[in-house]
C-alpha cells in the first residue's frame, strides 16, 4: 500500500479527532450551577467529600480544593564566542544561556454555601478557576 493511500484513508479521521477535540469546553462556572437547589448528600455525591466544611449561624460552608502544578518549558541556549572554534568562534562558555523550567502551582477553591441543607450559592478563588 503506498503512502499517499495510507493518508487518504488516515487523514480524514484525524481532521474529525482535532476538530472534535476543539470544541469549547464547559467552564466551572457552568457546571457548578447545576447544583444549586440540591441537597447536601447530593453534592456530596456527586463533588465528592469536602476538604474542609464550617457552620456559622445556620449556613454551612463545604470547602473544595483543586491544585496542580504546571511546568512550562524552558528555551535552550544559543551559541556564543570562545573556544573551542577559536577566540570569535561559536560555542564554548560565553554563549547565551536559556530560559530554565518553570513550575507554576495553580489552584482554584470552590465553597458551597448550604442554608436549610440546600445549596444556595457558591464562590470560586483562586488561579485556576
Do not use: H, W
Not at 29 to 38: A, D, E, K, V
Amino acid at each position: 500500500m503506498s503512502i499517499a493511500v495510507i493518508l487518504r484513508r488516515i487523514l480524514p479521521a484525524g481532521i474529525l479527532l482535532v476538530v472534535a477535540g476543539c470544541e469549547p469546553g464547559v467552564s466551572r462556572s457552568t457546571y457548578l450551577t447545576q447544583f444549586i437547589g440540591r441537597t447536601e448528600p447530593e453534592l456530596i455525591a456527586a463533588v465528592g467529600v469536602p476538604v474542609r466544611s464550617i457552620e456559622s449561624g445556620g449556613v454551612k460552608f463545604l470547602a473544595y480544593s483543586d491544585r496542580r502544578v504546571d511546568i512550562i518549558p524552558g528555551s535552550p541556549g544559543f551559541p556564543g564566542y570562545g573556544p573551542p572554534f577559536g577566540p570569535y568562534g561559536y560555542g564554548g562558555p560565553y554563549g547565551y544561556g536559556g530560559l530554565p523550567p518553570q513550575a507554576v502551582e495553580r489552584d482554584c477553591e470552590t465553597t458551597f454555601e448550604l442554608v436549610a441543607n440546600r445549596v444556595r450559592s457558591f464562590t470560586l478563588r483562586g488561579n485556576a478557576c
